[in-house]
C-alpha cells in the first residue's frame, strides 16, 4: 500500500502506540511476551505447525515428494486418528509455551501467598517452620509462578514433554489402537513393551511397582489417553478460563458416575448405564467418532487452521491497514465518519480474525482515537468497535470459525452456509451504520477534515491487489465449488504470489518480470498441449531423467492447468527477481508493522540492521511472520475445540441425547418461543466464559435435536445459536471484548459495556426473525433457494421479499429506540413505540405466540403464525414506523440536515 505520506502519518499518530496496544492485549488475553532464544524456538513451533498444516491442505495425509535425483520419495502415511493427534500436540505445546500456569495473582494463589506471612506472624520471621515455608515458596513460585509473562517455568517445560508421549505413542503404535477397539484398551501392552529398546525403562517401571507404582501392569494406551485428556483440561484452564475446563471435566465425571442419578428424582432422566474408566478414556482420546480427536477437531484440521493462516497471511501483507486506510477515506468525512469506517473495517477484519477481543484491541488502536477525536464519547466509541468486532465473526465469506463447524455438522455444502448467512450479517451491520449515524446527528458529530485522511482514488489505485484474495476466495468456494481446503490452500498462494510479484514490481523491473512470467506460462501451457506434463517434467523426459506417461491436454485443459501453477511460477519468478536485484526499492510493498518489526529484530540478532532493508529479507519475513501468527491465533481455537468436543462426546457415548432432549422438551413445555428464549439465555451465559467456537460445539451438541424436533430448520437453529453467543462478548458484567475496547478507549468499562450490549441487540432479534422466517436464510425446504424459486412470485414474495425487507425496516426502528434520535429527539412514549414497530417489523411472531400461550392456558387452541396474520402486522409495524418517521421530522431541526462535514465537530480535541 501506497498512500500520500502526510495522509497515511496522521492516521497512524492518532492511533494508540503500538506497545501500549501490546499491553492492552496481553492483559486481556494473558498470553507471554518473549525475547531471545525462547522467542525464537516458540517461532519456531509456530512455525512448523503452519508447514505441517499447509502440507496437509495441499498433499492430504500422504507425506511423499518428489526429488531430482532421487525421484519419489515417500515417507509416511499418516491415518486420520494421527494427524489430528499432532494437530492437538501442537495446540497443547504452544499453549504451554503461551500462557503461563498462573501468574499468583488468582484466588488460590493468594491464599497459598497468605500462608508466609500468616507463618511469620505466629512463629517469628526466624521460626524453622516459617524458614521451610518461605523456602517452599520460592520453589513452588521458580516451578510454576510466571507474574510477568515473560518466562517459560520448569512446569511448563515437563507438560511440553509429557504432551509428546500421546502423539508418540498414536503415531508409533497404530495397531494396538485398532486392537484396543476389539479387544478394550487394557488389553493393550505396558510402557515397557511398548518401548523395550528404552535404556533403563525396564528398571525404572519395576522399582515403581516396588514402592506401589501400577505402571508395570497398566496399558500405556490408558496411561497416554489419561494423559492426553488432562493435558487439554490445563491447556484450557490456562489459555481460555476456568469455566469451560470444570464445564469438560464435570461431563468426564458426569459419564463415569452419572448412573449414580437416582431414576426416579426430578432430574431422573439424566441417568445413564454405568461405563468403566477405560471405555471412557478409550472413546474420548483414541476415536475420531466421539470425544477431543472427533468432529471438531476434524474442522479444525481440515478447515479452520487453513483459513486463520488465510487471514494472518492476508493481515501480514498489510492488507489490514490498507482497508481501514480505504474505509475511513471513503466515510471519513461524512457525519459520523470515523464511526462508520470503524463499523466496516472491523467488521471485516473481525470476520478475518475470528476473535473478537485480539480484534478489538489491534483494529481499535486505529479506530477508537479518531472516532473519539471526531466528538464520540470515549465509551461509545469502544462500544461501536467491540460490537463491530464481535459482529465479525456472523460476516461471510470467512465468519471465523463458525461457518465451517455449521458445515460439518449440519452436512450443509460451505456455499450455502455462507448464502444463508449473508443477509442476517448485513442487517445487523445495516444496524450499527444507522445507529452510529443516529449518535453522530443527534450530538452534531462532523468528520475528518479531507486533508487528515488518505486519498480514495490513490489507496485504491495502489492496494487495489489486497481485494483479489478475497475474490479468488469467493470465486473457489461460490463458483467453482472446490473444496475448502484447497480453495484456502489456493488462496494462500494466491496472496504469497501477490506478494512476491509486488515486492518485485518497481519502474525498473515490471516489464522483464511481466513478461518472464507471461513466458513462462505459455511456456507450460504449451507443454501441457504436447506432452501432457508442465516444463519441468517435459525436460527431464526430454533428457531421459523421467518419462511422460499423459496423454496431451486439449487447450482447454491446458489453460487451466496452467491457471493452477500460475501462483507457483509467479512466486518462483519474483524470487529470482528479488534476489538478482537485492537493493531494488519496491514501491507498492508496504507490510504490516508487525513484518517490519520481526524483519529489524532479525536483522539486530545476526549484526546486520541493513539487512532489514532489504527487499527479499523482508518478503521472507513475511511468510515466517504469517506462519507464526497463524499458529498463535489457532491455538486458542484448536485448544477450544478439543475440549469441547469431549461434551458431545460424553454425550453420544453415554446415550445422553435423547433423554437430554426430553428434559429440556419437558422444561420449554412445547413453546417454541420458550424454547428459543431459554437457548439465547444458554447461548450468552455460556459464552461468557468460553470461546464462542466451544459455546457453540456444546450448545448445539445439547440442543440442536430440541430445536430441530421443535420444527427449526437445521441452519436457522446453528446460526441462532451463534448470533447469541456472540452477545456474550458485550453483555456486561463479563463482556471482555467491550472491556477490551474501554481499555483502548480509555473509557469507564461497564457504561462502555452497556452501550456495547445496546448496540449489539440487533443480535437478539434477527435470530428470532430468521428462525421464524427461514426465507430469509435462503432456504426452503432446508435447501439454499435456486432461481425457480425466485420465480415463484407466491412464495418469494411471501417468504423471501416481505420478511428480509420487514428485517432491515425493523433494524432501522430499532437503531431509533436504541440511540434515541432520527431526524430530532425522541421521547420515552415514541421509543416504546418505535420498539413495538421493531418488533411488529422484524418478528411479528412473538406477540402472536405470546397470545396462542395464553389462549391456550384459557382452553382455547389457535394458529395464529400463518402469513395473513404476520404480514397484517407487519403492515401495522410499517405504518407506525412511518407515522412516527413524519412526525419526528417535522420536529427536525435545520442545523441536522444529513449533509457531508469535511471539518471537525465542535468540542474536537
Same mark, same amino acid.
Given at each position: 500500500?501506497?498512500?500520500?505520506?502526510?495522509?497515511?502519518?496522521?492516521?497512524?499518530?492518532?492511533?494508540?502506540?503500538?506497545?501500549?496496544?501490546?499491553?492492552?492485549?496481553?492483559?486481556?488475553?494473558?498470553?507471554?511476551?518473549?525475547?531471545?532464544?525462547?522467542?525464537?524456538?516458540?517461532?519456531?513451533?509456530?512455525?512448523?505447525?503452519?508447514?505441517?498444516?499447509m502440507?496437509?491442505?495441499?498433499?492430504?495425509?500422504?507425506?511423499?515428494?518428489?526429488?531430482?535425483?532421487?525421484?519419489?520419495?515417500?515417507?509416511?502415511?499418516?491415518?486420520?486418528?494421527?494427524?489430528?493427534?499432532?494437530?492437538?500436540?501442537?495446540?497443547?505445546?504452544?499453549?504451554?509455551?503461551?500462557?503461563?500456569?498462573?501468574?499468583?495473582?488468582?484466588?488460590?494463589?493468594?491464599?497459598?501467598?497468605?500462608?508466609?506471612?500468616?507463618?511469620?506472624?505466629r512463629?517469628g520471621?526466624?521460626?524453622?517452620?516459617?524458614?521451610?515455608?518461605?523456602?517452599?515458596?520460592?520453589?513452588?513460585?521458580w516451578?510454576?509462578?510466571?507474574?510477568?509473562?515473560?518466562?517459560?517455568?520448569?512446569?511448563d517445560?515437563?507438560?511440553?514433554?509429557?504432551s509428546?508421549?500421546?502423539?508418540?505413542?498414536?503415531?508409533g503404535?497404530?495397531?494396538?489402537?485398532?486392537?484396543?477397539?476389539v479387544?478394550?484398551?487394557?488389553?493393550?501392552?505396558?510402557?515397557?513393551?511398548?518401548?523395550?529398546?528404552?535404556p533403563?525403562?525396564?528398571?525404572?517401571?519395576?522399582?515403581?511397582?516396588?514402592?506401589?507404582?501400577?505402571?508395570?501392569?497398566?496399558?500405556?494406551?490408558?496411561?497416554?489417553?489419561?494423559?492426553?485428556?488432562?493435558?487439554v483440561?490445563?491447556?484450557?484452564?490456562?489459555?481460555?478460563?476456568?469455566?469451560?475446563m470444570?464445564?469438560?471435566?464435570?461431563?468426564?465425571?458426569?459419564?463415569?458416575?452419572?448412573?449414580l442419578?437416582?431414576?426416579?428424582?426430578?432430574?431422573?432422566?439424566?441417568?445413564?448405564?454405568?461405563?468403566?474408566?477405560?471405555?471412557?478414556?478409550?472413546?474420548?482420546?483414541?476415536?475420531?467418532?466421539a470425544?477431543?480427536?472427533?468432529?471438531?477437531?476434524?474442522v479444525?484440521?481440515?478447515?479452520?487452521?487453513?483459513?486463520?493462516?488465510?487471514? $494472518? /497471511? !492476508?493481515? *501480514?501483507?498489510?492488507? +489490514?491497514?490498507? %482497508?481501514? @486506510?480505504?474505509?475511513?477515506?471513503? &466515510?471519513g468525512?461524512?457525519?459520523?465518519?470515523?464511526?462508520?469506517?470503524?463499523?466496516?473495517?472491523?467488521?471485516?477484519?473481525?470476520?478475518?480474525?475470528?476473535?473478537?477481543?485480539?480484534?478489538?484491541?489491534?483494529?481499535?488502536?486505529f479506530t477508537?482515537?479518531l472516532?473519539?477525536?471526531?466528538?464520540?464519547?470515549?465509551?461509545?466509541?469502544?462500544?461501536?468497535?467491540?460490537?463491530?468486532?464481535?459482529?465479525?465473526?456472523?460476516?461471510?465469506?470467512?465468519?471465523?470459525?463458525? $461457518? /465451517? !463447524?455449521? *458445515?460439518?455438522?449440519? +452436512?450443509?455444502? %460451505?456455499? @450455502?452456509?455462507?448464502?444463508?448467512? &449473508?443477509?442476517?450479517?448485513?442487517?445487523?451491520?445495516?444496524?450499527?451504520w444507522?445507529?452510529?449515524?443516529?449518535?453522530?446527528?443527534?450530538?452534531?458529530?462532523?468528520?475528518?477534515?479531507?486533508?487528515?485522511?488518505?486519498?480514495?482514488?490513490?489507496?485504491?489505485?495502489?492496494?487495489?491487489?489486497?481485494?483479489v484474495?478475497?475474490?479468488?476466495?469467493?470465486?473457489?468456494?461460490?463458483i467453482?465449488?472446490?473444496?475448502?481446503?484447497?480453495?484456502?490452500?489456493?488462496?494462500?498462494?494466491?496472496?504469497?504470489?501477490?506478494?512476491?510479484?509486488?515486492?518485485?514490481?518497481?519502474?525498473?523491473?515490471?516489464?522483464?518480470?511481466?513478461?518472464?512470467?507471461?513466458?513462462?506460462?505459455?511456456?507450460?501451457?504449451?507443454?501441457?498441449?504436447?506432452?501432457?506434463?508442465?516444463?519441468?517434467?517435459?525436460?527431464?523426459?526430454?533428457?531421459?531423467?523421467?518419462?511422460?506417461?499423459?496423454?496431451?491436454?486439449?487447450?482447454?485443459?491446458?489453460?487451466?492447468?496452467?491457471?493452477?501453477?500460475?501462483?507457483?511460477i509467479?512466486?518462483?519468478?519474483?524470487?529470482?527477481?528479488?534476489?538478482?536485484?537485492?537493493?531494488?526499492?519496491?514501491?507498492?510493498?508496504?507490510?504490516?508493522?508487525?513484518?517490519?518489526?520481526?524483519?529489524?529484530a532479525?536483522?539486530?540478532?545476526?549484526?546486520?540492521?541493513?539487512?532489514?532493508?532489504?527487499t527479499?529479507?523482508?518478503?521472507?519475513?513475511?511468510?515466517?511472520?504469517?506462519?507464526d501468527?497463524?499458529?498463535?491465533t489457532?491455538?486458542?481455537?484448536?485448544?477450544?475445540?478439543?475440549?469441547a468436543?469431549?461434551?458431545?462426546?460424553?454425550?453420544?457415548?453415554?446415550?445422553?441425547?435423547?433423554?437430554?432432549?426430553?428434559?429440556?422438551?419437558?422444561?420449554?413445555?412445547?413453546?417454541?418461543?420458550?424454547?428459543?428464549?431459554?437457548?439465547?439465555?444458554?447461548?450468552?451465559?455460556?459464552?461468557?466464559?468460553?470461546?464462542?467456537?466451544a459455546?457453540?460445539?456444546?450448545?448445539?451438541?445439547?440442543?440442536?435435536?430440541?430445536?430441530?424436533?421443535?420444527?427449526?430448520?437445521?441452519?436457522?437453529?446453528?446460526?441462532?445459536?451463534?448470533?447469541?453467543?456472540?452477545?456474550?462478548?458485550?453483555?456486561?458484567?463479563?463482556?471482555?471484548?467491550?472491556?477490551?475496547?474501554?481499555?483502548?478507549?480509555?473509557?469507564?468499562?461497564?457504561?462502555?459495556?452497556?452501550?456495547?450490549?445496546?448496540?449489539?441487540?440487533?443480535?437478539i432479534l434477527?435470530?428470532?426473525?430468521?428462525?421464524?422466517?427461514?426465507?430469509?436464510?435462503?432456504?426452503?425446504?432446508?435447501?439454499?433457494?435456486?432461481?425457480?424459486?425466485?420465480?415463484?412470485?407466491?412464495?418469494?414474495?411471501?417468504?423471501?421479499?416481505?420478511?428480509?425487507?420487514?428485517?432491515?425496516?425493523?433494524v432501522?426502528?430499532l437503531?431509533?429506540?436504541?440511540i434515541?434520535?432520527?431526524?430530532?429527539?425522541?421521547?420515552?412514549?415514541?421509543?416504546?413505540?418505535?420498539?413495538?414497530?421493531?418488533?411488529?417489523?422484524?418478528?411479528?411472531?412473538?406477540?402472536?405466540?405470546?397470545?396462542?400461550?395464553?389462549?391456550?392456558?384459557?382452553?382455547?387452541?389457535?394458529?395464529?403464525?400463518?402469513?395473513?396474520?404476520?404480514a397484517?402486522?407487519?403492515?401495522?409495524?410499517?405504518?407506525?414506523?412511518?407515522?412516527?418517521?413524519?412526525?419526528?421530522?417535522?420536529?427536525?431541526?435545520?442545523?441536522?440536515?444529513d449533509?457531508?462535514?469535511?471539518?471537525?465537530a465542535?468540542?474536537?480535541?
Amino acid at each position: 500500500m501506497s498512500t500520500d505520506t502526510r495522509d497515511t502519518d496522521s492516521l497512524s499518530d492518532d492511533g494508540l502506540p503500538e506497545e501500549e496496544t501490546e499491553d492492552v492485549l496481553q492483559e486481556v488475553e494473558r498470553n507471554r511476551t518473549h525475547r531471545g532464544l525462547t522467542a525464537i524456538f516458540v517461532a519456531l513451533v509456530g512455525v512448523t505447525f503452519s508447514a505441517f498444516q499447509m502440507w496437509i491442505a495441499a498433499r492430504g495425509y500422504q507425506f511423499e515428494f518428489t526429488l531430482p535425483v532421487a525421484g519419489e520419495v515417500s515417507l509416511v502415511s499418516l491415518q486420520p486418528l494421527q494427524v489430528f493427534t499432532i494437530h492437538v500436540t501442537f495446540a497443547l505445546v504452544l499453549a504451554f509455551l503461551l500462557y503461563p500456569p498462573t501468574r499468583g495473582d488468582g484466588p488460590v494463589s493468594r491464599r497459598l501467598g497468605a500462608v508466609e506471612p500468616a507463618a511469620r506472624d505466629r512463629f517469628g520471621a526466624d521460626s524453622p517452620v516459617t524458614r521451610a515455608l518461605e523456602r517452599l515458596g520460592d520453589v513452588v513460585r521458580w516451578l510454576a509462578v510466571d507474574p510477568s509473562l515473560n518466562r517459560i517455568t520448569p512446569l511448563d517445560v515437563l507438560l511440553l514433554v509429557l504432551s509428546l508421549l500421546p502423539a508418540v505413542y498414536v503415531v508409533g503404535n497404530f495397531d494396538q489402537i485398532r486392537n484396543a477397539a476389539v479387544f478394550g484398551i487394557h488389553s493393550t501392552p505396558p510402557v515397557q513393551e511398548v518401548y523395550p529398546w528404552l535404556p533403563g525403562l525396564e528398571t525404572l517401571v519395576t522399582g515403581l511397582a516396588a514402592v506401589g507404582g501400577p505402571f508395570h501392569e497398566t496399558s500405556y494406551a490408558f496411561v497416554v489417553g489419561v494423559l492426553g485428556i488432562l493435558l487439554v483440561l490445563e491447556a484450557t484452564r490456562r489459555a481460555l478460563g476456568g469455566l469451560l475446563m470444570g464445564l469438560v471435566a464435570g461431563f468426564i465425571v458426569y459419564a463415569r458416575w452419572g448412573y449414580l442419578v437416582p431414576r426416579d428424582s426430578p432430574v431422573g432422566v439424566l441417568s445413564i448405564q454405568p461405563e468403566s474408566w477405560g471405555n471412557i478414556v478409550y472413546n474420548l482420546w483414541f476415536t475420531t467418532e466421539a470425544g477431543v480427536m472427533s468432529t471438531p477437531v476434524s474442522v479444525s484440521v481440515r478447515f479452520i487452521y487453513i483459513f486463520i493462516l488465510f487471514g $494472518a /497471511f !492476508l493481515e *501480514m501483507s498489510g492488507a +489490514g491497514k490498507w %482497508f481501514i @486506510d480505504l474505509a475511513y477515506s471513503l &466515510t471519513g468525512t461524512k457525519k459520523g465518519g470515523p464511526a462508520k469506517a470503524s463499523v466496516v473495517s472491523s467488521g471485516f477484519m473481525g470476520m478475518l480474525s475470528g476473535s473478537s477481543i485480539a480484534n478489538t484491541v489491534t483494529t481499535g488502536a486505529f479506530t477508537i482515537p479518531l472516532m473519539k477525536r471526531s466528538g464520540y464519547t470515549p465509551e461509545f466509541a469502544g462500544a461501536v468497535e467491540s460490537s463491530a468486532s464481535s459482529g465479525g465473526q456472523i460476516l461471510p465469506p470467512v465468519m471465523g470459525a463458525a $461457518a /465451517f !463447524l455449521i *458445515m460439518e455438522l449440519t +452436512g450443509t455444502p %460451505f456455499a @450455502d452456509v455462507i448464502i444463508a448467512a &449473508t443477509l442476517p450479517a448485513i442487517a445487523f451491520f445495516f444496524g450499527m451504520w444507522v445507529m452510529v449515524h443516529f449518535e453522530a446527528a443527534r450530538g452534531g458529530i462532523g468528520g475528518l477534515s479531507r486533508e487528515e485522511l488518505p486519498d480514495a482514488l490513490e489507496s485504491l489505485r495502489t492496494g487495489w491487489f489486497y481485494l483479489v484474495p478475497i475474490v479468488l476466495l469467493l470465486y473457489f468456494l461460490v463458483i467453482a465449488r472446490f473444496s475448502v481446503n484447497r480453495a484456502g490452500w489456493y488462496t494462500i498462494v494466491s496472496i504469497v504470489a501477490l506478494i512476491a510479484v509486488v515486492a518485485a514490481y518497481n519502474e525498473r523491473t515490471r516489464v522483464p518480470l511481466v513478461g518472464t512470467i507471461a513466458v513462462l506460462s505459455l511456456a507450460q501451457a504449451a507443454a501441457y498441449v504436447t506432452t501432457g506434463a508442465g516444463v519441468v517434467d517435459a525436460v527431464r523426459a526430454a533428457v531421459g531423467a523421467s518419462s511422460v506417461a499423459a496423454e496431451p491436454y486439449s487447450i482447454g485443459e491446458a489453460a487451466v492447468a496452467t491457471a493452477s501453477d500460475l501462483g507457483t511460477i509467479i512466486i518462483l519468478v519474483s524470487l529470482a527477481f528479488l534476489l538478482a536485484t537485492r537493493s531494488a526499492n519496491s514501491p507498492l510493498l508496504e507490510l504490516d508493522d508487525d513484518v517490519d518489526e520481526a524483519a529489524r529484530a532479525g536483522a539486530s540478532a545476526v549484526d546486520r540492521p541493513s539487512l532489514s532493508s532489504n527487499t527479499a529479507y523482508r518478503f521472507g519475513t513475511f511468510i515466517l511472520k504469517s506462519m507464526d501468527s497463524g499458529a498463535r491465533t489457532a491455538t486458542t481455537v484448536v485448544v477450544a475445540v478439543a475440549a469441547a468436543g469431549i461434551v458431545p462426546g460424553v454425550i453420544s457415548v453415554t446415550g445422553l441425547g435423547p433423554n437430554l432432549a426430553a428434559l429440556i422438551g419437558a422444561i420449554s413445555g412445547g413453546s417454541m418461543l420458550v424454547l428459543l428464549t431459554l437457548t439465547g439465555i444458554a447461548a450468552i451465559l455460556f459464552g461468557m466464559g468460553m470461546p464462542t467456537t466451544a459455546m457453540y460445539i456444546i450448545l448445539v451438541a445439547m440442543l440442536e435435536t430440541p430445536l430441530v424436533d421443535a420444527g427449526i430448520g437445521v441452519l436457522a437453529a446453528h446460526l441462532f445459536v451463534l448470533y447469541f453467543g456472540l452477545m456474550a462478548d458485550v453483555t456486561p458484567p463479563v463482556a471482555v471484548a467491550a472491556f477490551a475496547a474501554a481499555g483502548v478507549a480509555k473509557a469507564e468499562e461497564l457504561k462502555t459495556a452497556t452501550t456495547a450490549f445496546l448496540l449489539s441487540l440487533n443480535k437478539i432479534l434477527v435470530p428470532f426473525a430468521f428462525v421464524f422466517s427461514p426465507g430469509i436464510l435462503l432456504v426452503r425446504d432446508g435447501e439454499v433457494i435456486g432461481w425457480s424459486d425466485v420465480a415463484d412470485v407466491g412464495f418469494f414474495t411471501s417468504e423471501v421479499l416481505v420478511p428480509v425487507v420487514g428485517m432491515f425496516l425493523g433494524v432501522y426502528a430499532l437503531g431509533v429506540t436504541i440511540i434515541g434520535y432520527q431526524y430530532a429527539d425522541v421521547d420515552s412514549l415514541e421509543r416504546g413505540l418505535y420498539s413495538l414497530a421493531s418488533i411488529l417489523l422484524m418478528v411479528p411472531e412473538i406477540p402472536l405466540l405470546i397470545v396462542e400461550g395464553l389462549l391456550g392456558l384459557l382452553g382455547i387452541p389457535s394458529a395464529l403464525t400463518i402469513f395473513t396474520i404476520t404480514a397484517s402486522l407487519r403492515g401495522i409495524g410499517l405504518a407506525l414506523l412511518v407515522g412516527l418517521t413524519y412526525r419526528n421530522r417535522s420536529r427536525e431541526s435545520p442545523t441536522n440536515a444529513d449533509t457531508d462535514v469535511s471539518t471537525p465537530a465542535a468540542g474536537d480535541v
